[in-house]
Nanobody
Framework: QVQLVESGGGWVQAGGSLRFSCAAS????????MGWFPQAPGKEREFVAA????????YYADSVKGRFTISRDNAKNTMYLQMNSLKSEDTAVYYC??????????????????WGQGTQVTVSS
């Protein structure tokens, strides 16, 4: 089992920045992919960013390219999402998740089998 705990959500004005953390614990996940999935009110959870734990390859949704940066610190077993130039449409509960499938499917929500509890982001225009 893998346990994921997010932190760092909050309220910010449009154009501002926030940084999330996702601390992972449990079984080894060196071959995993980890990602971030926001879910806005009344909408489905969607992919925005993912990173391979071993090589650090990154994947982004077109809507966040150039604004969001995903990273990880292997020594701390922690993944981060730096969000800049935030827009009101970025308002959502953000979930971190881990994909243990082989081969991994970084941009496909259905393949992620471990989820955090979510953290709220509210962007005020």
């Amino acid at each position: 089992q893998v346990q994921l705990v997010e932190s760092g959500g909050g309220w910010v004005q449009a154009g501002g920045s926030l940084r999330f953390s996702c601390a992972a614990s449990g079984r080894t996940f060196s071959s995993y992919v980890m990602g971030w999935f926001p879910q806005a009110p009344g909408k489905e959870r969607e992919f925005v960013a993912a990173i391979t734990w071993r090589g650090g390859s990154t994947y982004y949704a077109d809507s966040v390219k150039g604004r969001f940066t995903i990273s990880r610190d292997n020594a701390k077993n922690t993944m981060y999402l730096q969000m800049n130039s935030l827009k009101s449409e970025d308002t959502a509960v953000y979930y971190c998740a881990a994909d243990s499938s082989i081969p991994p499917q970084p941009t496909t929500l259905a393949y992620y089998d471990y989820w955090g509890q979510g953290t709220q982001v509210t962007v005020s225009s």
